[in-house]
C-alpha cells in the first residue's frame, strides 16, 4: 500500500523543501495544500481518515508547515481534534523547519555539554524567531536557566510568554539590539546559541572567546556573514577559544537526519504525533552510542 503524506502549509505555497524531504524519508505522494487555516483542516483530514480501514491507516500521515510556528501549532491541534479512535493518523508539526532545526542544535550542545543542563546558564541570541523559541523552550524543559536576546524589548516578551506557556521552565529576555551588545549579553553564559536571520553577525569573537565558564558555542546561520564570528560551517565539537563550537551545516546535516527519520516513523503507526518533545526524542536515539 502506497504512503501518502498530506502536507498543510499555512503559507500561500507549500514548501517545496519539506516536499522533497518527505519523499526521501520514504513517502510515495506528498499531497500538498498552501494558504491553509483551521477551517480548512477538519475535511482535509477526514479525506485521510475515512478512506482506508483503520489496520491501514500507519500508510496516511500529516505534514504541519509553513512560516509562522504559532498557526502551525494552530493547524496541529485542529488536526489532532478531528481525528477519533480508531480513525487516526500520525502528524508532524515542523513550521519553518523549527523543531527539527532547533532539536539539532539543542542535541549537539547538550551532548557536548554532559547531557544534563539542569542549572546551566544558556543564551540563545536573537531568540525571538521559531529556531530561538523553540530551542528555548527544550532547553527551559531540560532544566536550564535560558535567557533570550531581542532587538526590541517588546518582542523579548513576547517570545519569552510564548517559551513559557508552551514549555515552562526558567526564561528571561534580554534586549540586545544589535552586535556591539552581546559582550554584555554573552556575561556569564555557559551555552551560547545563535538563532539570528541569514547573513547577520550578531556575535562578534571577542564576546565569547576564550570566556570564563562558556562551554558550547553554536550558530545556525549558514549565510556570510556567520551569525558567531569565528565558528565555521563545519565545525562539529571543534574546541576553539576553550569551546566546543557548532556551525550551520554541521547542525544542518543533522537536521536532515532528523527530520528524515521523523518522516519514516510517521508510517511505523497511525498514533504518533511528533512536535519538539518528540522530535527530541528521534534526536536522541539517533545520536545515542551504537551498541
Not at 524531504?21 to 480548512?40: K, L, N, T
Not at 542549572?119 to 529556531?131: D, F, N, Y
Not at 547577520?200 to 562551554?215: D, E, H, I, T, Y
Request: with cysteine.
Amino acid at each position: 500500500m502506497r504512503k501518502l503524506l498530506l502536507q498543510l502549509d499555512s503559507s500561500r505555497l507549500p514548501s517545496v523543501f519539506d516536499r522533497v524531504v518527505a519523499y526521501d524519508g520514504g513517502a510515495d505522494e506528498v499531497m500538498s495544500y498552501g494558504g491553509i487555516v483551521d477551517a480548512d483542516v477538519r475535511d482535509l483530514i477526514h479525506g485521510c481518515i475515512f478512506t482506508r480501514g483503520p489496520k491501514d491507516l500507519k500508510n496516511t500521515a500529516v505534514f504541519v508547515g509553513g512560516a509562522d510556528i504559532a498557526v502551525g501549532e494552530q493547524l496541529l491541534a485542529a488536526a489532532t481534534k478531528a481525528m477519533f479512535n480508531p480513525f487516526t493518523v500520525s502528524a508532524m508539526l515542523d513550521s519553518n523547519g523549527s523543531n527539527t532545526t532547533a532539536v539539532a542544535a539543542v542535541a549537539k550542545m547538550v551532548q557536548a555539554a554532559g547531557s544534563d543542563v539542569r542549572g546551566k546558564r544558556v543564551l540563545i541570541v536573537a531568540g525571538t524567531g521559531p529556531v530561538g523559541i523553540r530551542a528555548a523552550g527544550l532547553f527551559a524543559k531540560a532544566g536550564a536557566d535560558v535567557c533570550i536576546t531581542s532587538r526590541k524589548a517588546d518582542a523579548g516578551e513576547r517570545a519569552r510568554d510564548l517559551v513559557l506557556k508552551r514549555f515552562g521552565g526558567t526564561v528571561r529576555a534580554i534586549t540586545m539590539p544589535d552586535a556591539s551588545e552581546a559582550m554584555r549579553a554573552c556575561e556569564r553564559a555557559e551555552l551560547l546559541l545563535n538563532a539570528g536571520p541569514a547573513g547577520v553577525m550578531l556575535v562578534p569573537k571577542q564576546a565569547w572567546a576564550k570566556r570564563p565558564g562558556l562551554q558550547v558555542v553554536a550558530d545556525v546561520n549558514a549565510v556570510p556573514p556567520l551569525g558567531v564570528e569565528g565558528v565555521d560551517l563545519m565545525d562539529d565539537g571543534v574546541i576553539k577559544e576553550g569551546a566546543a563550537c557548532f556551525g550551520a551545516l554541521a547542525i544542518g546535516n543533522l537536521k536532515m537526519k532528523v527530520h528524515k527519520a521523523c518522516i519514516a516513523r510517521l508510517f511505523e503507526r497511525n498514533d504518533l504525533v511528533l512536535d519538539a518533545e518528540t522530535i527530541a526524542d528521534v534526536a536522541r536515539e539517533l545520536l545515542a552510542p551504537k551498541p
